[in-house]
């Protein structure tokens, strides 16, 4: 598996080969788009990007948690956190993708 993380910059170097928008425009556009995504999830809302993914605000509940060093046992408070899950075309073409390697 490979250790490689893809950047705004590298989505905007790929727009920019793809479409053709100058880089400071593919740029500003992948800021806008991970700026809306972003709001959106801020005001609770679920974000579903089609063939790609569903992201989502998801509150998970106080549990009881155990410190690994001192075995204590600790509660874990109630926090709010994002979710993501892949579509199904999605986890379908990386399954085949890796599949084949």
């Known amino acids: 598996m490979s250790e490689y ?3 705004r910059k590298d989505m905007a170097d790929a727009i920019y080969r793809e479409i053709g928008l100058s880089r400071r425009e593919s740029m500003a556009l992948v800021g806008s788009i991970i700026d809306h995504v972003i709001s959106c999830l801020l ?3 679920t974000v579903k990007i089609s063939g ?3 992201f989502d605000v998801y509150e998970s509940k106080p549990r009881l948690g155990r410190n ?3 075995g204590r046992e600790v509660e874990i408070m109630a926090r ?3 979710r ?3 579509s199904l075309a999605l986890r379908e073409r990386v399954d ?3 599949s084949q390697k």
């Open 84 to 86: 993501f899950k892949p």
């Open 52 to 54: 790609f993914g569903t």
């Open 43 to 45: 005001r609770g809302e």
């Open 5 to 7: 993380t893809v950047t």
């Open 96 to 98: 085949s993708a890796l």
């Open 80 to 82: 709010k956190t994002i």
């Open 68 to 70: 690994p060093k001192t």
